[in-house]
């Protein structure tokens, strides 16, 4: 049975930094692509960056570029989203997700979407001020 927990979001001003965790509990994929989502009211779900296991790839989106690194600690089974210069713009639940993937393009991991992802976690708040 896969589980995915996130943690680690909260309030933040404007200019700090959060640090989102997501622990996989389970067998997954044995090459995948784990991504991280965001989904703020009113708006559809955005794909936010993604890791892919096989060559640890990743892939961050232009929106976020510069400011958010995705990362991934095998030994620990969980994947990180570092955050930084946060905004406004940045408020939302943050989700972590998987699929399998076996193509270190990692970006072509996001191309159909969330759907294609199999699993996900119950998301983690994320609110700047």
């Known amino acids: 049975h896969v589980q995915l927990v996130e943690s680690g979001g909260g309030s933040v001003q404007a200019g700090g930094s959060l640090k989102l965790s997501c622990l996989v509990s389970g067998s997954i994929y044995y090459d995948n692509c784990m991504g991280w989502f965001r989904q703020a009211p009113g708006k559809e779900r955005e794909a936010v960056a993604a890791h892919y296991t096989g060559t640890a790839t990743t892939y961050v989106a232009d929106s976020v570029k510069g400011r958010f690194t995705i990362s991934r600690d095998n030994a620990k089974n969980t994947l990180y989203l570092q955050m930084n210069s946060l905004n406004a713009g940045d408020t939302a639940m943050y989700y972590c997700?998987?699929?399998?993937?076996?193509?270190?393009?990692?970006?072509?991991?996001?191309?159909?979407?969330?759907?294609?992802?199999?699993?996900w976690g119950q998301g983690t708040q994320v609110t700047v001020s």
């Open positions: 997700a998987a699929r399998p993937w076996y193509n270190s393009v990692v970006s072509g991991c996001l191309d159909a979407g969330s759907v294609a992802f199999d699993y």
